[in-house]
C-alpha cells in the first residue's frame, strides 16, 4: 500500500504501469485518476491546502480500510496539493486484487471517501473573484452505501 501526498504533478500512465507492472498474483487492477474541472469556464486555478501529517494518516487510515475490507493485493492513493490548472491531475486511487469486483468496489469506496473525509481545503480562483469550495450532500450521501 502507499500513500503519497504531494504538490509535484504526476502522471497517471506511468503510475498505473509502475503499480501494475509484474504483478501476477491479481487479475484485475482497477484505477481512477481525477482532474481540476472548470465547471463554468472561469476558472484559473484550485488551490489545495492541507496539514501534512494529519492528511497523510487519513488517507492512509482510509487505504488500509479498503485493503482490509476487500483483501487487495495493493492499493495506490495520489493526492496533490497547492495551486493547480483546470485540467491537472488532482488525484489517483489504484487498486489491485484477485477479482474485478473487489478492485472496483475498493476504488468505489477510496474515491467516495477521499472526497468526503480527506482532510484538504479547497478554494476556487476565477476570473470573477475567490470561493471555499463547500461540503456538497451529495457526496456526503455517497459514504451511506458503505
Given at each position: 500500500m502507499q500513500v503519497r501526498v504531494q504538490s509535484e504533478p504526476f502522471d497517471a500512465g506511468t503510475e498505473l504501469n509502475s503499480f501494475a507492472t509484474g504483478r501476477s498474483d491479481v487479475g484485475a487492477v482497477?484505477?481512477?485518476?481525477?482532474?481540476?474541472?472548470?465547471?463554468?469556464?472561469?476558472?484559473?486555478?484550485?488551490l489545495i491546502e492541507h496539514y501534512p501529517g494529519m492528511t497523510q494518516s487519513a488517507i492512509t487510515k482510509i487505504a488500509q480500510e479498503a485493503v482490509d475490507r476487500w483483501a487487495l493485493a495493493d492499493c495506490?492513493?495520489?493526492?496533490?496539493?497547492?495551486?493547480?490548472?483546470?485540467?491537472?491531475?488532482i488525484m489517483m486511487v489504484a487498486t489491485a486484487a484477485a477479482h474485478r469486483a473487489a478492485a472496483f468496489e475498493a476504488a468505489d469506496f477510496l474515491m467516495d471517501y477521499l472526497k468526503s473525509r480527506a482532510p484538504f481545503w479547497k478554494k476556487e480562483i476565477t476570473t470573477s473573484g475567490a470561493d471555499w469550495v463547500a461540503a456538497k450532500d451529495a457526496d456526503e450521501d455517497a459514504l451511506k452505501r458503505w
Open positions: 482497477v484505477s481512477f485518476t481525477g482532474v481540476v474541472r472548470d465547471t463554468y469556464g472561469n476558472l484559473q486555478e484550485m495506490l492513493v495520489i493526492h496533490r496539493y497547492g495551486a493547480l490548472k483546470p485540467g491537472a491531475p
